[in-house]
């Protein structure tokens, strides 16, 4: 019998793959039955200020889960047990899904003029259409609410979920990282039609390809950072968020630099388990404001070939 279910459920995975995944509800609920997802989510919030505490966690006013499995979810555990190649292409789905979009709402921007019809809709100083926003990166470190910049935010966070799934087994991250590279590119396509209405395929499929490179190059930009310093850090935030702006403000700089060093921290106290449920809720760079103040040691030591940091060409 558990063998005639086994197969049944394989067969109805392998149809549903052919099929758009929000037009198949019951291997959405299998593989949500398998990751033992809670009724109440549990939201950890990755706090700039370090780890996130898990007795904080709040349950945002949803019934606790039971104690008592049904047999849908014992079923499901022993599917996802005994198959799991199967079922993890569904659950990096779904969770990629909203991580991206926990990613994208950092930096989200709206067009009122783009509703109304004969209204010109402003323009940036680089021809860009121009938004409204609000929020640290646009109130505090002055960018401009664009679409480029919206994409260069989502990526930089989207860039520290990377660096945590690199984490996970070797046969699972690709499946993760491509998940979070289609869902971006659905999220972006999205935006250009409904925020920017570029109807043409054609310029959508450029855009979203100039993106993809963009990509390619801010992740390596950023791994060398990670590698060889602060400075080389900010030097790629610099040339991706701030599109290399001589006027930026370098203590607001070095504050998103400190933000990102904390949210990897932060990430990397997470089982795989946590990160594999989407509980990731993204903090503020404002909260290294502190940090950023606080005078270095280096700064009282003498200046000596010895001390001196490396020149990165």
Not at 80 to 100: D, F, H, I, N, Q
Not at 124 to 152: H, I, K, R, S
Not at 233 to 249: F, G, P, S, T
Request: glycine share 6%; net charge positive; proline share 5%.
């Amino acid at each position: 019998m558990r063998q005639q279910l086994s197969r049944n459920l394989h067969r109805r995975a392998q149809y549903t793959f052919l099929r758009p995944f929000s037009q198949s509800p019951q291997i959405f609920a299998v593989t949500q039955a398998a990751e033992n997802l809670p009724v109440a989510k549990k939201v950890r919030h990755i706090s700039p200020k370090g780890p996130a505490n898990p007795s904080a966690s709040t349950t945002q006013g949803l019934r606790p889960q039971t104690a008592q499995q049904s047999p849908t979810r014992k079923l499901a555990q022993e599917f996802r047990k005994r198959a799991p190649e199967t079922t993890e292409t569904y659950v990096a789905y779904g969770v990629s899904e909203a991580l991206v979009k926990e990613c994208a709402r950092q930096a989200d921007y709206s067009i009122p003029q783009a509703k109304e019809k004969g209204v010109e809709i402003p323009k940036a100083q680089d021809g860009e259409d121009l938004g409204v926003g609000t929020g640290w990166w646009y109130e505090e470190m002055g960018l401009t609410p664009t679409f480029n910049t919206w994409a260069q935010i989502t990526f930089l966070h989207m860039y520290l979920l990377t660096v945590r799934i690199r984490c996970f087994p070797a046969a699972h991250a690709p499946t993760w990282n491509q998940h979070m590279i289609n869902h971006f590119s659905y999220l972006a396509e999205e935006r250009m039609v409904t925020v920017h209405n570029i109807q043409a395929r054609m310029v959508r499929n450029k855009y979203l390809k100039d993106l993809f490179v963009q990509w390619r190059g801010l992740t390596a930009g950023y791994d060398e950072g990670l590698v060889k310093g602060d400075a080389v850090l900010a030097a790629a935030v610099w040339r991706n968020v701030c599109k290399a702006d001589e006027n930026v403000d370098l203590q607001k700089l070095g504050m998103v630099v400190a933000y990102m060093r904390s949210v990897l921290s932060a990430l990397d106290t997470m089982d795989d388990s946590a990160v594999a449920t989407g509980d990731v809720v993204f903090g503020s760079p404002s909260n290294e404001a502190a940090l950023v103040k606080q005078r270095s040691k280096m700064m009282d030591m003498e200046f000596t070939s010895e001390n001196q940091a490396p020149v990165v060409l």
